[in-house]
């Protein structure tokens, strides 16, 4: 149990050595090892192929051309001095920069124990050094390249850190250049102001936030930015700062406003056009309506949303109209379908019209979308079936009358040629009696013929 209890301050004292990034050794008057850490246990294997032991002489590890400096550091450090040296060593094409503190080691009654003895090598340092300039500089680079304005700030709104374009930026917005230390709150566009301190206190209790700002810089310009804001924690996870980023989005805010003002340009001239006009998607699904559809058709727009268009097509001829759609579908184009035929549509009430459709096909969003534009063909038809009728009507007459006429007329001819070889006087006025009633005939089927077309008309 007493050993237990004598050993367990030099475990931790071990312990709390090996944790050093140095080498440590601690050595008697007479040059004997009496403690040391893992480092050195490591550097003494590279260099020398053994282990080190407690009770050795320290002096085997000390290369001959360093011995005189180790001695005369030694001999210092018994006298109470602390001694700080430097050497650089080469054993096995392994070079060490080394730099050595000694300093003497006392109990507690104030007696010598022996020289404590570290060592570091520079070269590790150096390169450890030059690993988190590369670093930092690589950090910096990325950061300053990033085409965004992006700030620190502390708790108290003072600019910690800031890339080239938030310096831009602020020039350009304010006509004002930042510097590290800098309060944040003297760059803020007055309309900025109750945006910023909402994400600023948000963030500092641990939220990422995004808000879009509208501004006007002192140049008049109109300038949109997403302002972005979380915060930054140290490796310990205490608050260091707040992270702003901002965003420049003017250009984007400006297609979606131009987009928008296309957009209603484009739907006052679809309520507006006299004819029925519907937009459907790549699955012929119905997205968009005009007023002159709704009455046309007799359906509310919404009754029309994400319906196919067959809810507009004769149950009777939608097996025919989907072979069309499809050949449409397949190699769409501005195309006419009212060329050469004409479709027929049916309204909410069941009432078939016969209608002209001419199609065209966009994109939106890389989505395919067909505008169809309807013309009401169902009094054009009616017109031309009732033309129709009279024409054949008239020909029929035609047909039926014309040896009626041919009948006079052939008795005139007669008539004029006796009349022309018979020059008798009482021949002549018969000729002419028998003339008189063919002409009368004549005229009585004509009359005939105009009263039947007229009633056909």
Request: with cysteine.
């Amino acid at each position: 149990m007493e050993q237990a209890q004598t050993s367990f301050p030099v475990e931790i004292l071990k312990a709390t050595l090996d944790g050093l990034s140095e080498t440590f050794v601690l050595l008697s008057s007479k040059h004997k090892i009496l403690l040391f850490n893992n480092v050195l246990s490591s550097v003494i294997k590279l260099l020398f192929q053994r282990e080190p032991k407690i009770g050795e002489d320290y002096r085997k590890y000390v290369f001959e051309h360093d011995q005189a400096l180790f001695l005369n550091s030694f001999e210092q450090a018994l006298q109470g001095h602390t001694i700080i040296r430097k050497s650089a060593v080469t054993h096995n094409n392994v070079t060490l920069e080394l730099s050595y503190k000694m300093h003497p080691v006392y109990d507690d009654d104030g007696l010598l124990m022996g020289v404590a003895l570290y060592a570091r090598n520079m070269a590790m340092q150096k390169r450890a050094t030059q690993a988190i300039e590369n670093i930092q500089n690589t950090f910096e680079a990325i950061f300053n390249h990033i085409p965004d304005s992006v700030c620190l700030l502390n708790s108290s709104f003072q600019l910690l850190q800031f890339n080239q374009y938030f310096s831009k930026r602020i020039v350009h917005h304010t006509g004002k250049t930042p510097a590290i230390g800098d309060d944040i709150q003297q760059y803020l566009f007055p309309t900025h102001k109750e945006i910023f301190y909402e994400q600023f206190y948000l963030a500092k209790t641990g939220e990422t936030t995004e808000k879009e700002v509208k501004v006007i810089n002192q140049q008049g310009e109109e300038v949109w930015f997403l302002s972005r804001m979380y915060p930054v924690y140290t490796t310990q996870q205490t608050l260091m700062g707040v992270c702003l980023i901002a965003i420049n989005i003017t250009a984007r805010k400006i297609a979606e406003q131009t987009a928008l003002e296309n957009e209603l340009k484009f739907k006052k001239i679809i309520d507006t056009a006299p004819v029925p006009i519907i937009i459907v998607d790549e699955n012929l699904q119905i997205v968009l309506v005009n007023p002159e559809t709704e009455r046309f058709f007799h359906y509310q727009a919404y009754e029309l949303q994400q319906q196919h268009i067959n809810i507009l097509v004769p149950e009777h001829f939608r097996v025919n109209d989907i072979k069309h759609q499809q050949t449409y579908l397949d190699h769409s184009q501005k195309y006419n379908m009212g060329i050469n035929r004409l479709t027929p549509a049916v309204t909410k009430d069941g009432i078939e019209k016969m209608v002209e459709v001419s199609l065209n096909s966009f994109r939106l969003d890389d989505k395919l979308y067909i505008l169809a534009i309807i013309q009401d063909m169902t009094q054009h038809v009616r017109h031309e079936t009732q033309l129709k009728k009279q024409v054949e009507a008239l020909e029929k007459i035609a047909w039926q009358h014309a040896h009626e006429i041919r009948r006079p007329v052939a008795n005139i001819l007669g008539l004029v040629n006796l009349m022309q070889l018979d020059t008798n006087k009482a021949s002549q006025e018969l000729y002419s009696t028998y003339l008189h009633q063919s002409a009368i005939e004549l005229d009585k089927v004509i009359h005939q013929i105009i009263t039947l077309a007229s009633d056909k008309a």
